[in-house]
């Protein structure tokens, strides 16, 4: 009776760590399906890499705008040419949440 009490529990845990981790869209190494969430990024309306959603309350990534050097954890730069990855800004069905920042870009 405890091997099974113990089994059940054990199993009970397992569970509850595989829900939390489902609900992390943004790898600790800040990309999404291999993607970096970072870099040289252009909005576009059609065929994007990914859609986000901008948010003020749980993000899963906050970003910065940046002009220069846009070389760490959600930190973005907008270009007409030559992107890393393209964005659609989307209102509902998103890839990812993202919040707008001033400062301390990043995973929250």
């Known amino acids: 009776m405890k091997k099974a009490a113990i089994l ?4 009970g845990l397992v569970a509850i760590g ?12 800040c990309s999404f399906n291999g993607m970096k969430l970072y870099g040289k990024i252009q ?26 050097f846009p070389d760490k954890c959600g930190q973005w730069q907008s270009v007409d040419a030559f992107p890393n990855l393209r964005v659609k800004l989307v209102d509902s ?12 870009p990043g995973l929250p």
């Open 8 to 11: 059940l529990l054990i199993a």
């Open 43 to 68: 909005f576009v309306d059609a065929w994007p890499d990914i859609k986000v959603q901008s948010v003020e309350a749980f993000p899963d990534l906050k970003v910065k705008m940046v002009d220069a």
């Open 18 to 29: 595989s829900f939390a981790l489902a609900g992390k869209k943004v790898a600790p190494d």
């Open 93 to 104: 069905f998103p890839d990812i949440k993202i919040k707008f920042v001033g400062a301390f």
